[in-house]
C-alpha cells in the first residue's frame, strides 16, 4: 500500500488549502482514514480521522475549521483546512487503518507552513 500525499505549501493566516491523499494498492471503502501532523519539536498529533461508514473525528484544535472527506470511487481522502493559523504549520501525513485501533501505513507527508 502505498500513500501519496499533496496540497501542502506556504499559506498566509486566514486562508485555505485543500490536502489530498491517494491510496494505491487499497481498496478504500473497507478503510479507516485519518489525517496527523507533526511540527517541529511536537509529537504528531491527531488532525482529523474518517470511518469506512463516513464517521468523523477531529483534534480539538481544528474543529469547526477543518473538514476531512473521502471519496472511494477515487481511493482519495482529503482535508480541507480553513481559516488557518500559524499554529497550524507542520507536516500533514496521510494514514490509513484496517481496523479502529490504529493508523497501519503512513504516507511521506506533505509541509504546510502559514505565515502570521
Known amino acids: 500500500v502505498q500513500l501519496q500525499a499533496s496540497g501542502g505549501g506556504l499559506v498566509q493566516a486566514g486562508g485555505s488549502l485543500r490536502l489530498s491523499c491517494v491510496a494505491i494498492?487499497?481498496?478504500?471503502?473497507?478503510?479507516?482514514m485519518g489525517w496527523y501532523r507533526q511540527a517541529p519539536g511536537k509529537q504528531r498529533e491527531l488532525v482529523a480521522t474518517?470511518?469506512?461508514?463516513?464517521?468523523?473525528n477531529y483534534g480539538d484544535s481544528v474543529k469547526g475549521r477543518f473538514t476531512i472527506s473521502r471519496d472511494n470511487v477515487k481511493n482519495t481522502v482529503y482535508l480541507q483546512m480553513n481559516s488557518l493559523i500559524p499554529e497550524d504549520t507542520g507536516v500533514y501525513y496521510c494514514?490509513?487503518?484496517?481496523?479502529?485501533?490504529?493508523?497501519?501505513?503512513w504516507g511521506k507527508g506533505t509541509l504546510v507552513t502559514v505565515s502570521s
Open positions: 494514514g490509513l487503518a484496517t481496523t479502529p485501533s490504529g493508523m497501519d501505513y
Open positions: 494498492g487499497r481498496i478504500l471503502f473497507i478503510d479507516y
Open positions: 474518517v470511518s469506512p461508514g463516513g464517521t468523523t
